[in-house]
């Protein structure tokens, strides 16, 4: 599991290198202010497939590494190991790396004709877009502690051995492995009732679409880890199906989302060709 997440941030380098080579019309997660003087056209389409399941498949991982975590300490060693390995990250992040990013974005913008030193007093002066103060990408950080947080009374519930809701899911999932799809009906759901009214921001304030599909995500991650070995099987004997299903209706979304178009049977499609990458 370790190895899948290394390979994922990896990938997600790459992504937002190739983020200064591609110019989309309107904001896509967030969009670089700065970008190359040269565009690389096809760039797009590889971006546009990245970019369905690189977000998930991170929160669903994170769901699963919480249950392991909590299988051996308690409520309040979890909630002090979160805030050490979430919080601490973040703050030094904000204080340390997110300063250089707006300082040179406002240069670029003509917004500062000083010096870093100058300006970063500046940084703690507004929120962004509109102010200097932001968590820029490590808004990962920001929300993976408050999922932690908020889904630890549930988790907690879920360890309990015998738990009902991790045994229903058990045998759904022994007597067919596409019950592993069950999570994208309320996926898709957040589609249809979030995605055109809150865009992307991961401000936290108004990113309701994002924070509830992605804590929907990590749910399921410490729900599948829960279930143990019959879900390690279950996608195992239906992976082949879910690769032919993703390469599929990765065609169809991809060339509506690359036309600009966003009708409800494409909201509805989008979390099963998500969750197929991901299985």
């Known amino acids: 599991m370790d190895w899948i997440r290394v390979i994922v941030f990896d990938i997600l380098i790459l992504w937002h290198v190739g983020l200064y080579f591609v110019q989309w019309d ?52 979890y909630i002090r190991e979160r805030s ?6 973040l703050l030094t992040g904000i204080l340390l790396l997110v300063p250089p990013l707006v300082y040179l974005e406002r240069n670029i913008q003509g917004a500062v004709n000083a010096s870093f030193w100058s300006f970063y007093p500046e940084f703690f002066k507004g929120l962004y877009p509109e102010g200097n ?11 993976l502690f408050l999922m932690s947080m908020m889904a630890l009374p549930l988790f907690l519930r879920f360890r309990r051995s015998g738990n009902g809701l991790i045994a ?6 022994g007597l067919s492995p596409f019950s592993l ?20 921001s991961m401000n936290l304030q108004d990113d309701w679409f994002a924070f509830t599909y992605y804590l929907l995500c990590f749910i399921w991650g410490f729900i599948l880890s829960s279930i143990g070995e ?46 197929s990458w991901i299985i």
């Open 26 to 77: 309107t904001l896509v997660d967030w969009d670089l202010p700065m970008k190359n003087n040269v565009q690389v056209g096809w760039l797009s389409w590889p971006m546009l497939f990245i970019r369905q399941w690189r977000l998930p498949i991170l929160f669903v991982i994170s769901g699963i590494g919480t249950r392991f975590a909590l299988s051996s300490r308690s409520a309040f060693q």
């Open 84 to 89: 050490f390995r979430l919080l601490l990250p």
């Open 133 to 143: 103060f932001s968590w820029h990408h490590l808004w990962f950080l920001a929300y």
């Open 168 to 173: 229903f899911f058990n045998r759904l999932i």
């Open 181 to 200: 799809y069950l999570i994208t009906i309320p996926l898709m759901i957040v589609h249809l009732t979030l995605e055109n009214r809150y865009p992307l």
């Open 230 to 275: 019959g879900s390690w099987k279950a996608m195992m004997n239906i992976r082949r199906y879910s690769l032919c299903l993703g390469a599929v209706l990765s065609i169809i979304v991809l060339t509506s989302i690359h036309k600009g178009e966003n009708p409800a049977w494409i909201q509805m499609l989008k979390p099963v060709n998500t969750w």
